[in-house]
């Protein structure tokens, strides 16, 4: 029993630390104009040079996520605006991205955007989204952020902590974020999928899809 939780403190340090390499590998990115993003840096400690091979990887995966992303948001584009369907995204281990920001410069950021991860990880992205005036500003300025909580609970954004090898716990988050069932949405889980079993992928998204 004391292997096994040793193990599970290990996995989840080793999967953490990956949300700080990702960041600076993006920043990496950033630098050598692969793709824009003006919001990365605040979130890297020790910027890195990263090799052509790997910015080109992140540039790909970058790329492929915004159009399918893009594609779910201006999926009634044509429509009138009255015609027009209010839209959520749900993101599982969200670790340091920035996504949400970006939609906001750009003029498509849902009607809801939930982030999703370990409390480690929320709590730091929580006090850096305070910190950072250029952060805060796109959550609103009635957002209720706690460090210690690692939860930022905004009007159309939510940072929220939770584990999500435990359903019960996911369950209870998922509601707390308000995510409206009666209201069409996205997932995103690019980074999160190699933390787990195929059998704890299964459960993460059936608790997630009993929304619909």
């Given at each position: 029993m004391a292997?096994?939780?040793?193990d599970s403190r290990s996995n989840t340090a080793a999967v953490q630390a990956t949300n700080d390499d990702a960041s600076a590998s993006k920043l990496s990115c950033v630098k050598k104009g692969y793709m824009k993003d003006d919001y990365v840096h605040f979130f890297v400690r020790r910027?890195?040079?990263r090799s052509p091979i790997i910015n080109r990887g992140y540039f790909a995966r970058f790329a492929a996520l915004r159009k399918l992303l893009f594609q779910f948001l201006n999926s009634d584009a044509?429509?009138?605006e009255h015609q027009r369907t209010k839209k959520q995204v749900l993101s599982l281990g969200a670790g340091f991205d920035t996504t949400y920001f970006q939609l906001q410069d750009d003029g498509k950021a849902p009607d809801l955007y939930v982030e999703l991860d370990f409390k480690e990880v929320t709590s730091?992205?929580?006090a850096l989204i305070e910190i950072h005036g250029q952060l805060g500003e796109k959550?609103?300025?009635?957002?209720?952020?706690?460090?210690e909580k690692g939860e930022v609970l905004g009007d159309h954004y939510k940072l929220l902590p939770v584990d999500l090898r435990d359903i019960q716990k996911l369950d209870d988050v998922i509601a707390l974020a308000n995510l409206d069932p009666r209201v069409r949405f996205n997932i995103l889980?690019?980074?999160?999928?190699?933390?787990?079993s195929r059998v704890g992928c299964?459960?993460?998204?059936?608790s997630c899809f009993c929304l619909i």
């Open positions: 292997n096994n939780a040793m910027p890195v040079r044509n429509l009138e730091k992205k929580a959550i609103g300025a009635t957002a209720l952020i706690s460090r889980g690019s980074r999160f999928k190699p933390r787990y299964k459960n993460i998204f059936n």
